[in-house]
């Protein structure tokens, strides 16, 4: 009994201790549940901290911004702008973004573009074709570009034709908050019906933008606004009575026997004594900003005067006419500068079609971006552009390389660029001071520039003198390309009565590349407020040169050739082509004097004036 007791007993107890280890066991696996649960909990807040820091950098990263062109914004206007106040929130403003380019693309660019305009390069004239540009310059982030400016409000985008540009209109509101800056409007001092809107302060972008852009146009530079020089020449009865005027030629009513005519250009650059009037395969083109119009009655008035057919522009592109062309005196300030253009372009070039691009502000990366849209069949393939400024008022060195790659897209096309000098011999727009004021775009290595001349005896037709407001000079930004070196340090080197070398810089591409008659002395004749008047300036001498280059491109394309192209190896490799001129400086009236002309090559007139016989001879 005892001993079935003791085991009874064995049994309970064992039951027990199982029992208890059972518990054990549970509460450990309790215990267990709540530790995994903590470590999950703690794994679950080191997630989530991570995930925060994550968002917070990501957050931070986007709103990082970087300045672009900083320190180039005239807070309180220039000398011929005055500032007048905020912008209106909802005006519009029209900009253009400029994307990067990798070093490959512009060193092939300007490679191809100087290979296929050397006449001594065995791929002279094998130009590239609009689509080929685009296949050599897009760039793969140009959407990325085009959502920023979408969802940030651009009332329209337009991406170039070559996919490295874009094109938008915002209003202030909304570029405002794009570009972190602020908006004011400026008025010109001299022509007070023109405003525009400008930065006075740095603009940014958001820092991953940054990586794929070179720059925001439209938005800190302003533009030089062009005026026709109205010339009051002296009484005919002063100036004719002791010469013979046997050798002027009079071929347009109204405009005496002081004024340069078509006829006078005819002769003194050995024009045919016909104007062109056949089926043209060449083709030209003008370029107007800032308000610049244009009028059939003035140009029929120019034409019946001086004995041309009745001429028009062929194909104008936004040029419309205008009503306040006619009116006189204002019609100078309205249209003086177009119509000098026109007439004289139509009046040399003859029938070969005319294209006259308009764009409401001058802005050169906007015109480009026009002229690159044009196909290879409609395409002028001549241009002349009578407006610049000094490299001192551009927005600095990224704007200026960024207008060198367009000219360069355009000119390895097979498209020639002509730029006027400007009219401030010497001094710039920016007047005296210790160092000259060289032009832009007229400094750029990759467009030719056209000087100013006057005749060495005033109203006789014969040789040619420096025109001393004649725009000339050596770039402070570029050096000197290789198509010009030789005669450039020649130059330098053996020229007599040079300014100081302080003024300038002896290191820089020197220009004009060529020249022709722009003076005071025998200003142009041209129709402008329903009458004939006089006109002076480089803004006569480019498009009067590029008239000449378009009846070259047709002798070429009219026997099966192609066209010139970018100009400057075929002009420095044949310049006895050209008249050279001797005489004369271009000080623009200044105290430290002005580049003299010398034979060969000067910084005053370039290679010389046109001679379009010994020109034709050299084709």
């Not at 450990?28 to 080191?46: Q, V």
């Not at 100087?114 to 685009?134: C, E, F, M, R, W």
């Not at 909304?174 to 010109?188: C, D, I, P, V, W």
Request: charged fraction near 20%; aromatic fraction near 8%.
């Amino acid at each position: 009994c005892c001993i079935r007791r003791e085991r009874g007993q064995r049994r309970i107890l064992k039951k027990k201790v199982q029992y208890i280890h059972h518990i054990i066991i549970y509460i450990r696996f309790l215990i267990y549940i709540r530790l995994e649960k903590k470590k999950k909990r703690e794994k679950m807040k080191t997630i989530l901290f991570i995930l925060l820091a994550i968002i917070s950098i990501a957050f931070a990263h986007a709103n990082i911004r970087v300045n672009m062109e900083p320190g180039t914004a005239f807070p309180t206007g220039t000398k011929s702008w005055n500032k007048r106040g905020p912008s209106k929130p909802n005006s519009m403003i029209n900009i253009i973004v400029m994307l990067q380019h990798t070093k490959e693309q512009t060193n092939k660019l300007e490679e191809i573009f100087y290979a296929v305009s050397d006449p001594k390069n065995i791929n002279y004239g094998n130009h590239l074709s609009q689509n080929q540009v685009t296949e050599l310059m897009q760039h793969k982030d140009i959407n990325v570009v085009v959502d920023w400016l979408k969802t940030n409000g651009a009332k329209r985008v337009d991406v170039g034709v070559h996919k490295d540009s874009v094109e938008a209109d915002f209003t202030i509101k909304a570029a405002e908050s794009l570009l972190q800056t602020k908006f004011y409007t400026f008025q010109h001092k001299k022509h007070t019906d023109i405003e525009i809107q400008r930065a006075i302060a740095d603009y940014s972008v958001p820092a991953h933008i940054s990586k794929i852009i070179r720059l925001v146009g439209n938005v800190v530079r302003f533009p030089s606004i062009n005026t026709a020089r109205v010339v009051d020449v002296p009484e005919e009865e002063e100036t004719t009575k002791d010469r013979n005027l046997g050798d002027w030629v009079q071929d347009c009513k109204a405009c005496g026997t002081t004024k340069v005519t078509p006829g006078v250009i005819r002769k003194r650059y050995s024009l045919p004594s016909q104007i062109f009037n056949g089926n043209a395969s060449s083709s030209l083109a003008v370029a107007e900003f800032q308000g610049q119009s244009w009028d059939q009655a003035d140009l029929t008035k120019f034409a019946t005067s001086c004995n041309l057919p009745n001429f028009t522009v062929d194909h104008p592109i936004n040029a419309k006419q205008s009503a306040s062309c006619k009116i006189p005196i204002l019609g100078v300030q309205f249209c003086g500068e177009a119509l000098l253009d026109i007439e004289y372009a139509k009046a040399i070039a003859g029938s070969i079609p005319l294209t006259n691009i308009y764009l409401a502000q001058f802005s050169l990366l906007n015109w480009a971006k026009q002229v690159e849209a044009m196909s290879d069949e409609t395409v002028p393939l001549v241009h002349s552009v009578s407006y610049g400024n000094d490299e001192a008022q551009q927005t600095g060195v990224p704007y200026m390389d960024s207008c060198n790659t367009e000219f360069q897209k355009i000119g390895v096309r097979g498209i020639s660029i002509l730029f006027a000098s400007g009219d401030q011999g010497v001094l710039g727009r920016e007047g005296g001071g210790a160092h000259f004021h060289p032009d832009f775009p007229g400094a750029s290595p990759f467009i030719t520039t056209v000087g100013g001349t006057d005749f060495a005896t005033m109203s006789t037709i014969g040789d040619e003198k420096a025109w001393v407001d004649g725009g000339g000079g050596f770039s402070d930004t570029f050096g000197i390309p290789s198509y010009q070196k030789d005669v450039v340090e020649n130059y330098i080197k053996t020229a007599q009565g040079l300014p100081k070398q302080t003024y300038w810089n002896a290191t820089g591409r020197g220009y004009p590349d060529i020249a022709a008659l722009a003076g005071q002395q025998n200003p142009y004749c041209i129709g402008v407020g329903s009458i004939l008047q006089g006109i002076a300036g480089t803004s006569a001498a480019s498009p009067t040169a590029a008239a000449i280059f378009a009846l070259l491109n047709e002798e070429r394309l009219s026997k099966g050739g192609k066209p010139l192209g970018f100009l400057n190896p075929w002009i420095y490799q044949n310049a006895d082509a050209f008249n050279d001129v001797t005489q004369g400086s271009n000080s623009g009236g200044g105290p430290h004097g002005g580049f003299p002309a010398v034979k060969g090559w000067d910084a005053s007139t370039g290679v010389g004036t046109p001679n379009y016989a010994k020109m034709v001879e050299k084709l």
